[in-house]
């Protein structure tokens, strides 16, 4: 019951400048706390080859760091293109903190950052490395994709009635069972599980006293399926956007082994202590300002992008004159910025920026190219603008016709699996293999 989370080119890539070898290598750290300084006057980079990667379904899995063991061969890659004198962007739709975990570290730590760009928060924060082992905002850029306070209440406002209405629809039902998913697992040196950490996402405020006895069953068989019967405890470990967090401990003393049913009993008895946890949430996305509004309804994906429908329909007006977009980001998320404030924004940016890179040295990797995707706006770019070449790593059955017929429109799939390989293919057309 419980759901663990558990084509042969036809153009030639040109052969790099040579340039003199990067000199001022400085040894990694920490990344430090967000610093907004002014960045030197950069060179025009016209001449330069650029990779553009979205993150999520493309370089990382759900949950993945960059760091991670069976991620070396990435950053062995970018260090190659590095080498060869290419820039390399990233374009996600996390926000900063999370991108600085998951990628940026791991590059400094590597030395990379130097050839490498970052735009976070869905293309509307860019992030440049300023040689001290600091990524710090271009404020000139992400200043202008500002969300303005009485502008994100009123999204949050039509979010929670669109909410309350969608999980109130018959055909919808099966949202009023409890989503139980396990998020951390840690083991002792023994083997044996040290604890588990199990996110619980209701939906509404009387969510727990309807789903008291479907909840403690479930939970149940999670503990007789991990064979530890009932010795473990549960405890309420902290909040998140619509969801608690239950953490199970162990193992105890078989005299302990009523706890868990008993602490249960503790915490949903007083259900009415938790109504909040149930409450429908907005997560604000940006530095000092808000710049991306993050809405997770539920982890269902089809139902994600019904949700999404309903919700376009409520904001398709401006609001304090402005209009906004709505599309699908990573795997859990609706996202809600600007209009026009995308990964779109952010190749024009390169483009047309300080940097004046080149669209026809540019190579774009995404895996979300339908129309609720957040690579879509980019597949959909004006020819003079749009990469020369977009590698499609998902689900070539989600693309429309049109898209996946344009000529600079390679499809893989496979996911980061299949970014490596066109990367190992690149890699190919340079003579190195
Ligand atoms: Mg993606």
Redesign the pocket.
């Known amino acids: 019951m419980m759901k663990k989370i558990k084509r042969c080119l036809e153009d030639q890539i040109e052969q790099p400048d040579k340039k003199s070898p990067e000199t001022s290598m400085t040894s990694p750290t920490e990344p430090e706390e967000i610093i907004k300084v002014k960045l030197p006057e950069p060179e025009n980079l016209s001449h330069q080859r650029v990779l553009i990667f979205?993150?999520?379904?493309?370089v990382l899995n759900r949950g993945e760091f960059l760091s991670d063991k069976g991620k070396e061969r990435f950053l062995e890659i970018f260090e190659f293109f590095k080498n060869k004198d290419f820039h390399i962007v990233f374009i996600t739709g996390n926000d900063f903190k999370v991108q600085q975990r998951r990628v940026l570290k791991p590059i400094i730590d590597r030395n990379l950052a130097p050839a490498i760009t970052c735009f976070s928060d869905g293309g509307s924060r860019l992030f440049e490395y300023d040689g001290k082992n600091n990524y710090i905002e271009k404020e000139q850029y992400s200043n202008q994709n500002e969300i303005k306070e009485k502008q994100v209440e009123f999204i949050e406002d039509k979010f929670k009635a669109v909410f309350e209405q969608f999980i109130g629809v018959e055909k919808h039902q099966e949202l009023n069972e409890p989503d139980i998913w396990e998020i951390n697992r840690v083991l002792n040196p023994n083997g044996k599980i040290n604890f588990l950490d199990l996110i619980v996402h209701p939906l509404n405020y009387t969510f727990y006293e309807r789903n008291f006895d479907k909840l403690r069953s479930i939970i149940d068989d999670i503990i007789s399926e991990e064979d530890i019967k009932s010795r473990y405890e549960i405890m309420l470990k902290y909040y998140i956007n619509n969801a608690m967090v239950l953490r199970l401990i162990g193992p105890y003393a078989d005299k302990d082994a009523e706890i868990v049913r008993v602490r249960l009993n503790g915490i949903f008895t007083h259900w009415k202590d938790f109504k909040d946890a149930a409450r429908p949430e907005i997560e604000r996305r940006g530095g000092d300002f808000c710049s991306q509004i993050a809405i997770k309804p539920f982890k269902r994906d089809n139902l994600r992008k019904e949700f999404l429908e309903r919700i376009r329909g409520q904001l398709q007006a401006p609001i304090e004159g402005k209009n906004f977009s709505i599309q699908l980001g990573?795997k859990t998320t609706i996202d809600i910025q600007l209009k026009g404030v995308d990964k779109r924004k952010a190749i024009i940016q390169l483009i047309t920026g300080d940097r004046k890179f080149d669209p026809q040295k540019m190579i774009y990797f995404?895996?979300?190219f339908d129309p609720f995707g957040?690579?879509n706006v980019v597949a959909m770019m004006e020819d003079h603008l749009r990469p020369a070449r977009i590698i499609h790593v998902g689900n070539k059955e989600d693309t429309p016709d049109f898209i996946a017929n344009q000529k600079c429109f390679f499809v893989d799939g496979n996911g980061p699996a299949g970014t490596l390989n066109y990367l190992e293919f690149l890699k190919c057309e340079l003579s190195e293999c």
């Open positions: 979205d993150i999520d379904g493309t990573g995404g895996d979300e957040n690579d």
